[in-house]
C-alpha cells in the first residue's frame, strides 16, 4: 500500500450516490443526452432536433384518446403453427417478447373518444418483435374494424412495422388480404379510414392496409417504404434521392396527404373526424 492509497482511505469520503440508469436517454439523432424525464414530458420527441422517437402502445393510446376509453382484449390465436426454429424456438421469442411488453402481441386497440368524437384507434408496437405482422396482428386489426362498424365510427390506425412475421410465413401474408378486406368493409359503410405512419413502416404492412386510409397522415422524419434503400438502389443501380422513403420525401410526392407534428397529431385527428361527421351527416340529409 502506498502513501497515496493510505491518505486516500484515511478521508472520510461520502458513499457515492447512486443514479438510476435511465436517468438519461440519448437522441438517436442528434446525439444530445436528455433527461429521460424531460424527454417522456415531451412525448419522446427530441427537443434539441425535433427528432420523433418510438413508443409504446398505450403511451400512444392515451396520446390519442380521451381519458377513459375502452382496450379490446388481443385476441388468441393458434401460436407458432409451423413448429418455426432459427437460431431459436419461434415459441422463445414470443416469450421474451412478451416478458418486456405489457400486450401479448404487437397490435392493441383502444375504443373511445377523440376530444369527443367517437373512434376506434389501433396501434402497431415496434417494440414487439419489430411490429411484425402475424395472424394475432391481423386478427386484432380487423377485431377493431369489426368494432368500428358497430359503434359506426371511424377507425384510426397507427402503423409500425418492419414488415411480415417471417416465423408464420404465408400465415401472416394472408393478413394482407384478410385486412385490406375490412377497410373495404369501412368504405362501404361509409366510415372514415384514417392511417397514421410512424417510423418505421415497411414491408407488408405498408403494401396492405397501412397505405389504404381515406386519409394518410405521417409523423415527421418516418421511414415508409416496402423495400429497403440499400435493396432499390442496387436493383436500379442509380443513387436514389435525398431524404427518399421519408415522411416529408412521399408527402411532396403525392403518397402521403399531410406530415404531422406528434403534438398536433390528437388536435389534428380531432379536426378530421369533426369535418368527415359533418360531411357524413350532409350527405344522408341530401
Same mark, same amino acid.
Given at each position: 500500500?502506498?502513501?497515496?492509497?493510505?491518505?486516500?482511505?484515511?478521508?472520510?469520503?461520502?458513499?457515492?450516490?447512486?443514479?438510476?440508469?435511465?436517468?438519461?436517454?440519448?437522441?438517436?439523432?442528434?446525439?444530445?443526452?436528455?433527461?429521460?424525464?424531460?424527454?417522456?414530458?415531451?412525448?419522446?420527441?427530441?427537443?434539441?432536433?425535433? /427528432?420523433?422517437?418510438?413508443?409504446?402502445?398505450?403511451?400512444?393510446?392515451?396520446?390519442?384518446?380521451?381519458?377513459?376509453?375502452?382496450?379490446?382484449?388481443?385476441?388468441?390465436?393458434?401460436?407458432?403453427?409451423?413448429?418455426?426454429?432459427?437460431?431459436?424456438?419461434?415459441?422463445?421469442?414470443?416469450?421474451?417478447?412478451?416478458?418486456?411488453?405489457?400486450?401479448?402481441?404487437?397490435?392493441?386497440?383502444?375504443?373511445?373518444?377523440?376530444?369527443?368524437?367517437?373512434?376506434?384507434?389501433?396501434? *402497431?408496437?415496434?417494440?414487439?418483435?419489430?411490429?411484425?405482422?402475424?395472424?394475432?396482428?391481423?386478427?386484432?386489426?380487423?377485431?377493431?374494424?369489426?368494432?368500428?362498424?358497430?359503434?359506426?365510427?371511424?377507425?384510426?390506425?397507427?402503423?409500425?412495422?418492419?414488415?411480415?412475421?417471417?416465423?408464420?410465413?404465408?400465415?401472416?401474408?394472408? *393478413?394482407?388480404?384478410?385486412?385490406?378486406?375490412?377497410?373495404?368493409?369501412?368504405?362501404?359503410?361509409?366510415?372514415?379510414?384514417?392511417?397514421?405512419?410512424?417510423?418505421?413502416?415497411?414491408?407488408?404492412?405498408?403494401?396492405?392496409?397501412?397505405?389504404?386510409?381515406?386519409?394518410?397522415?405521417?409523423?415527421?422524419?418516418?421511414?415508409?417504404?416496402?423495400?429497403?434503400?440499400?435493396?432499390?438502389?442496387?436493383?436500379?443501380?442509380?443513387?436514389?434521392?435525398?431524404?427518399?422513403?421519408?415522411?416529408?420525401?412521399?408527402?411532396?410526392?403525392?403518397?402521403?396527404?399531410?406530415?404531422? /407534428?406528434?403534438?398536433?397529431?390528437?388536435?389534428?385527428?380531432?379536426?378530421?373526424?369533426?369535418?368527415?361527421?359533418?360531411?357524413?351527416?350532409?350527405?344522408?340529409?341530401?
Amino acid at each position: 500500500m502506498n502513501w497515496l492509497t493510505r491518505v486516500r482511505n484515511s478521508l472520510p469520503f461520502k458513499s457515492k450516490r447512486e443514479t438510476n440508469d435511465n436517468l438519461w436517454v440519448k437522441c438517436p439523432n442528434c446525439q444530445e443526452m436528455l433527461f429521460t424525464k424531460e424527454y417522456e414530458e415531451n412525448q419522446q420527441v427530441c427537443p434539441r432536433c425535433e /427528432h420523433h422517437g418510438r413508443i409504446g402502445a398505450d403511451e400512444r393510446l392515451s396520446q390519442i384518446l380521451d381519458m377513459s376509453f375502452d382496450l379490446l382484449e388481443q385476441p388468441e390465436v393458434k401460436e407458432d403453427p409451423l413448429k418455426f426454429r432459427d437460431q431459436k424456438k419461434y415459441v422463445d421469442r414470443l416469450k421474451e417478447a412478451r416478458a418486456k411488453n405489457p400486450h401479448r402481441d404487437a397490435f392493441s386497440v383502444g375504443s373511445g373518444q377523440i376530444e369527443g368524437h367517437d373512434a376506434v384507434v389501433g396501434v *402497431q408496437d415496434f417494440g414487439f418483435m419489430g411490429g411484425s405482422m402475424g395472424m394475432a396482428v391481423g386478427t386484432a386489426f380487423c377485431a377493431g374494424a369489426e368494432r368500428a362498424l358497430t359503434r359506426k365510427c371511424a377507425y384510426i390506425v397507427v402503423t409500425a412495422a418492419g414488415g411480415a412475421r417471417m416465423q408464420e410465413g404465408i400465415l401472416s401474408l394472408m *393478413q394482407m388480404p384478410k385486412a385490406t378486406v375490412m377497410t373495404r368493409r369501412l368504405k362501404e359503410a361509409g366510415l372514415p379510414y384514417i392511417v397514421v405512419l410512424t417510423d418505421p413502416t415497411t414491408g407488408g404492412v405498408t403494401a396492405s392496409y397501412a397505405m389504404l386510409g381515406d386519409i394518410q397522415i405521417a409523423e415527421p422524419g418516418a421511414l415508409i417504404g416496402f423495400a429497403g434503400q440499400r435493396v432499390i438502389q442496387d436493383t436500379i443501380r442509380e443513387k436514389l434521392p435525398e431524404g427518399f422513403q421519408r415522411a416529408e420525401y412521399l408527402r411532396k410526392h403525392g403518397m402521403v396527404d399531410m406530415v404531422v /407534428h406528434r403534438h398536433k397529431l390528437r388536435g389534428t385527428l380531432a379536426s378530421l373526424l369533426d369535418y368527415l361527421q359533418g360531411a357524413a351527416k350532409d350527405t344522408e340529409a341530401a
